[in-house]
């Protein structure tokens, strides 16, 4: 028999996502960035959380410059792109590329001589990208005498940061850079710090800022543990509760064994949803009234379990939600910030509250 298409299939693992959290930590960077004015990477589809609902949000808050990292993902947003508001393709422009770029309106982020040469004759809008000494992608200084920037329409002459979570040197050393590079090549607009160089103060924040993982609620320095909000909390329901004998092992490999008689809770998440083998043993998860309920043993592909002692009342279907304050998780599972909010996966519901 066909299954009947009109039976709804209750998803039970969800992303519940918070517009407020999202337009807040906007606002706060946007205030953080002085005189300059915040933008928002979007790449990696708004970093897994949805592109096309972050700029929905973002755009209304009045953030008027969107970052992606290729011309798929500036494809997928462009109907939702205001006419005032400005796309920028990360990644730049390949011969392949072409035929889309000229049609679009987004921008390239020229990266090379030879991206430079090949747009010059569209006579359409880019950006410019410099290697201030990250070297991953932009034009060394010295070549920047190889172009006449005339015969392009700049908007944004960019660089990027390689360390600004860290308070090292290369910072110094790349706005110098990029200060130099300034004397030879001009645009609209001027822009260095993405989300943790906006904490390095005035001097790097020139025209705009480009920060990305401080929106979803990624915390790189400490000067952001204040004015950012956690934005991403996954959810996910019970499928079935179990009562522990001492000396009862959980799990692939038997990663724990239980040192008195608890109940613990199977729960329908695992490393397939992008809550990766790193939590196995040291995640966290909450019920509703916030009890702690630790993560015992190896996380599985679809399955997690945990320590239910604190809040024995849980029954089948009952929602938990994971401890995923980024920076916490993050220690928690070694994981990089970046990695826990791009890795969720695709089985979640998202919905936006
Ligand atoms: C990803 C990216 C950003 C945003 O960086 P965050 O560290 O997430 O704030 C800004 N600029 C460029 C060029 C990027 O690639």
């Known amino acids: 028999m ?45 970093y897994g959380v949805g592109a096309i609902e972050v700029v929905e ?30 796309v920028s393709v990360l990644n730049g422009v390949s011969i392949a590329d072409m035929p889309f770029a000229r049609a679009s309106r987004a921008k390239p982020v ?30 060394d200084v010295p070549h920047l005498a190889q172009f006449d920037g005339n015969l392009l329409d700049i908007d944004i002459v960019m660089s990027h940061l390689a360390s600004a979570d860290e308070d090292v040197q290369q910072n110094a050393d790349q706005l110098e850079q990029f200060v130099e590079a300034l004397k030879h090549v001009s645009g609209k607009r001027t822009s260095l710090s993405n989300s943790a160089g906006i904490a390095l103060g005035d001097a790097y924040h020139f025209d705009c800022t480009r920060p990305g993982i401080s929106l979803y609620g990624g915390k790189q320095r400490p000067e952001f543990s204040e004015p950012i909000k956690q934005v991403v909390f996954p959810e996910t329901q019970i499928l079935q509760i179990r009562q522990l004998k001492a000396g ?5 490999n038997a990663k724990y064994v239980a040192d008195r008689d608890h109940p613990i809770a199977i729960l329908a998440m695992g490393y397939a ?27 599985s592909m679809d399955l997690i379990a945990i320590d239910i002692t604190a809040a024995p009342h849980l029954e089948e279907s009952a929602w938990v939600s994971a401890q995923y304050d980024l920076p916490i998780a993050s220690r928690q599972s070694g994981l990089s910030q970046y990695e826990l909010i791009t890795g969720l996966g695709s089985r979640y519901a998202r919905h936006w509250v």
């Open 57 to 86: 949000r973002l755009q209304s808050a009045g953030c008027r410059d969107f970052y992606v990292a290729n011309w798929q993902e500036a494809k997928e947003i462009e109907a939702y792109i205001d006419s005032d508001s400005s």
């Open 110 to 139: 020229l990266n090379s001589i030879e991206q430079v040469l090949r747009w010059q004759e569209t006579g359409l809008p880019c950006d410019v990208m410099i290697n201030s000494g990250m070297n991953r992608l932009g034009i």
């Open 273 to 299: 949803d992008g809550y990766l083998r790193g939590f196995s043993n040291t995640g966290l998860f909450f019920d509703d009234g916030q009890k702690e309920l630790p993560v015992l043993g190896r996380v």
């Open 248 to 252: 009862d092992k959980v799990g692939y």
């Open 2 to 46: 066909m299954s009947d298409e009109t039976i709804k299939i209750p998803a039970n693992v969800r992303l519940r996502l918070d517009s407020n959290a999202l337009t807040a930590n906007w606002r706060n960077l946007d205030v953080m960035s002085g005189s300059a004015s915040a933008g928002a990477a979007i790449k990696a589809n708004g």
